[in-house]
């Protein structure tokens, strides 16, 4: 069974950068296109960011302060964040979906892990 488990999250301020992991075990890491998406509370699950062999897509929300990027060797997927602002405060959650193209649909995702708190104070 395929296990993404987020870490990294935590209490930081406005402006502060972030480097969230999520490291998988099961299955070949290498086969999975991953994705990154993010709720507040009373919200739909919002896409934020993938990445694939070949290529990476992001939400233009998050365009030129997010990246993403996978370390195949350990299994591990990373979303560094900067200039953070306060509407960023959110539950980060890691997926993981059969290889192919990067998406933005949750629904695409097969194996999801359970989440990391970011908050971020003004």
């Known amino acids: 069974q395929v296990q993404p488990v987020e870490s990294g999250g935590g209490l930081v301020q406005a402006g502060d950068s972030l480097r969230l992991s999520c490291a998988v075990s099961g299955g070949t890491f290498s086969w999975y296109t991953m994705g990154w998406f993010r709720q507040t509370p009373g919200k739909k699950r919002e896409f934020v960011a993938a990445?694939?062999?070949?290529?990476?897509h992001y939400a233009d929300s998050v365009k030129g302060r997010f990246t993403v990027s996978r370390d195949n060797d350990k299994n591990t997927v990373y979303l560094q964040i900067h200039s953070l602002k306060p509407e960023d405060t959110a539950i980060y959650y890691c997926?993981?979906?059969?290889?192919?193209?990067?998406?933005?649909?949750?629904?695409?995702?097969?194996?999801w892990g359970q989440g990391t708190q970011v908050t971020v104070s003004s």
């Open positions: 990445i694939n062999w070949s290529a990476s």
């Open positions: 997926a993981a979906k059969q290889w192919g193209a990067t998406s933005t649909a949750e629904g695409s995702y097969d194996y």
